[in-house]
């Protein structure tokens, strides 16, 4: 391994470090103190000139072992960003052009006793203009992000992680760097690259089968004999099988037939099942005497992408069978965790995946404009049952098509294909990022006689090259060429439909800021929404870090530099202006963190309105609409501390909306919505069997906290995983049933109880915008700690109702059971789980408790 401490200059040398391998150019100034934060302030603008030097890595290394005994050496880096030269003992080896691609060079004849390895980098921002300035076909736009996002140019031309060049979440780092491991391999007659299992189930023989691929290098003139035995203890499964590799690069693929007295678990999403998964070891013995021993887990599930007719409706349905269940996807979208990759550790990951899957999700995107996450993120996915839809690296552009970019594509593409296909939580390949739509819907004003080139190209790129390298590659999952996009619908466009965003078909993105995000009606009934969201902002603690009180207002440079969304710190306050007053505090401190507060209670009850509208859209359809599927919304993580769409912030602590989401993805919930002055209440259920329960609705004056009215609904059948109605009334008859109650006066809750304590979470539904609640007094809100084992149980106790109560405990890691609630009881009871070692008196000393009516 060539990991660990390597030289780093920079172009002129008049800089000179130490630096860590894996790692890039940034987080090496910031370990030796020669840079502050990055994320500090405006330091995102004022060290732009990192990335546009050029720098050198070098070491000098001895081989550890007798050079001259090896038929072949290779130096493998398995990620370099991006640009570079390749030089050892001062003989180019080749040079890089793409992030997301493994290199392997051939060292056998430049090896030595002691070497002296180089990388030399281009900065990523003069080769992406070199290559646009070069490009002698038509342009490709777009050419450069827009001015908000203080972001460089021409990023469409690398192969580099896209957002790293800014985006509207996140800074422009365009980093350079050996982001992942390098090493030397050295070996004489064969060497194992790629391991891949894929398994399938053959419904002719009722039994489960595997392929196990694995792709040699043999250094040997003449083929090699080899016995390879798969293992499998726990299915009392073992085969032998007698191959010969050819001389060259090439693969051998094997059938293993499972045995079929054995049970075979499936591997379920989060809260379908269990994540089995079986121990495998796999032998091949050579005919030199000599053995390779490869140990990895196998899981077993079939999935489906169901695009078929469905009664009633024009169209084509778009949902996702697991083991032959239909499964309604739940969840968020996926971003870089960090700028810096090296900064991002399996610790950070598994803290950002739990608390999805913790939110009661199911699914994430891992979108296009990001990285092919490393090893350990899919590991994680397949332990905890998360499925993951896979986008290709494209986002948000058009792309060129010359020779040397379409070879760069292919090797990445099966790079990463034969890296990941293994991974049971893979449940898609998706060719890009919106540039469907951004061909279909003309977001670069390409003029009307010149689109055809355009199109072209992308056939040529996620067709007949991207799609053709998955479908040889893996045929156990689907793919789709785009999102938002048709599907089945377009493909027989030509691959590019006339309105990628057609309800009736695949999947859409949807935003909008102007209109009122509590009214249903404006969210489409779509098969699958795989986008929509709204901002907010990250909490004071985490503002805190990277700012200086100078900063603390919502009107200060520093909001606007940090927000790289046009408009964004506007809208969001157009949104909670619909719903709520806005802070007039005197004290601008008091005044920013009432607005922080306000943004994620208002992006909170925005994306419960739209999530809950998309899960009881599932059953029906109505004017040809519904049956919708799929609810991922926009986006789970924040790559640092901005305003964005995140649900969790940078550092993983959980906004209002992941509270919320926690209860809007619950297995069981009612949701309630208003249509034409009637309540409609449907059970929605991701539960495998039916149930019959009791749906308790409670309705409360804003002014006490004795319920004006109950109502129990008994012997409910909820279906097992639909939404079905279960309750209807017109609102001016059930205000007058509780009679002293008017729109402005009351507040509607609800909640499934059945037996054997399964119980839905209590929802909530208001009759009026909260600026306009009759009754609403402050109240005084009291909170104890106390420790329970690695637990800490709060208590709250309440003199009156309190709306959208949160409880912040600032810089301590860890979460609460629940946050942001409507308090209609006089105690309530929270759980904080911590994520590191902390006391009840810190927790209490640190805690904030803020309703609707602490904001003046």
Known sequence: SLRGSWRLRSGNGSVSLRAEVPGCVHTALLCQGLIQDPYYRFNDAMYRWISLDNWTYSRTFKTPFDVRKWQKVNLVFEGVDTVAQILLNNVTLGRTDNMFNRYSFDITSVIQEVNFVEVRFLSAVSYAAEQSRCHK?????????????????????????????????????????????????????????????????????????????????????????????????????????????????????????????????????????????????????????????????????????????????????????????????????????????????????????????????????????????????????????????????????LYPTDQNYLESVRAEVSHQVRRLKSHPSIILWSGNNENEAALASNWFSIPYADIGAYIKDYVTLYVKNIREIVLSEDKSRPFVASSPTNGLESVKEGWLSRDPYDTHYGDTHFYDYNSDCWNWTVYPKTRFASEYGFQSWPSFSTIEKVSSPEDWSYTSNFSLHRQHHEGGNIQMLQEVGRHFKLPRSPDPVKQFKDMIYLTQVMQAQ????????????????????????????????????????????????????????????????????????????????????????????????????????????????????????????????????????????????????????????????????????????????????????????????????????????????????????????????????PWEPTSAEELESSLILTSLLDVV
Not at 247 to 258: A, H, W, Y
Not at 630 to 642: E, K, P, R
Not at 650 to 666: D, P, V
Not at 738 to 758: A, M, P, Q, Y
Request: proline share 5%; glycine share 6%; net charge negative.
């Open 137 to 397: 076909a038509h342009s490709i736009p777009p050419a450069c992000p827009p001015p908000v996002q203080k972001g460089e140019c021409h990023v469409n031309f690398i192969r580099k992680e896209q957002c790293s060049f800014s985006w509207d979440w996140g800074p422009s780092f365009p980093t350079q760097g050996i982001w992942k491991d390098v090493r030397i391999e050295a070996y004489n007659h064969y060497h194992l690259i790629y391991f891949s299992l894929t398994p399938f189930f053959v419904k002719s023989a009722q039994q489960w089968c595997l392929e196990v691929e694995s792709i040699f290098d043999v250094v040997s003139s003449k083929p090699v004999a080899v016995l390879v035995t798969v293992n499998i203890p726990k299915l009392q499964t073992q085969q032998t099988f007698s191959v010969k590799l050819q001389p060259g690069e090439g693969s051998i693929v094997l059938l293993v037939n499972i045995n079929k007295s054995s049970a075979v678990e499936t591997w379920w999403p989060n809260g379908h099942g269990r994540q089995t998964g079986y121990n495998m070891t796999t032998t091949f013995m050579m005919e030199a005497g000599c053995q390779i021993e490869k140990f990895s887990k196998v899981y077993f599930r079939t999935v489906e992408l169901v695009q078929e007719p469905i009664p009633g409706s024009p169209g084509l349905s778009f949902y996702f069978r697991i083991n032959g269940r239909p499964i309604f996807i739940k969840g968020s979208n996926w971003i870089p965790a960090d700028s810096f990759q090296d900064r991002v550790t399996y610790d950070t990951l598994r803290l950002l995946l739990k608390s999805a899957a913790d939110a009661n999700m199911n699914a994430l995107r891992v979108w296009g404009g990001g990285v092919y996450e490393q090893d350990e993120f899919y590991d994680i996915c397949d332990e905890i049952g998360i499925m993951i839809w896979q986008d290709f690296m494209f986002a948000c552009a």
């Open 606 to 833: 925005c994306i419960k309105t739209e999530t809950e509208f998309y899960r009881f859209s599932q059953s029906e359809i109505i004017n040809g609409e519904g049956h919708t599927m799929g609810a991922l919304y926009w986006q789970l993580n924040d790559i640092w501390q901005a305003p964005s769409w995140a649900s969790l912030e940078y550092g993983g602590k959980w906004k209002l909306l992941h509270y919320f989401a926690q209860n809007f993805f619950a297995p069981l919930l009612p949701v309630a919505y208003e249509d034409k002055g009637m309540l409609h209440i449907y059970g929605v259920s991701d539960l495998h069997v039916d149930h019959k329960l009791t749906l308790r609705v409670v309705v409360h004056a804003w002014s006490s906290l004795e319920p004006v009215c109950t109502l129990a609904k008994e012997g409910v059948t909820v279906k097992a995983q639909s939404a079905v109605p279960i309750y209807k009334e017109s609102i001016s008859d059930l205000l007058e049933r509780c009679r002293n109650c008017t729109r402005k006066s009351c507040v509607i809750t609800f909640c499934l109880v059945g037996e054997d304590g399964l119980q839905s979470p209590m929802n909530h539904y208001f009759l009026s915008s909260l600026k306009d609640a009759v009754g609403l007094e402050k109240t005084q809100i009291r909170a104890s700690v106390s420790q329970q084992d690695d637990i800490y149980v709060f208590v709250l106790q309440t003199t009156a109702i309190a709306p959208f109560v949160s409880l912040d405990v600032g810089s301590i890691k860890g979460r609460f059971s629940d946050n942001g609630f409507l308090m209609t009881e006089k105690k309530k009871m929270v759980v904080f789980y």
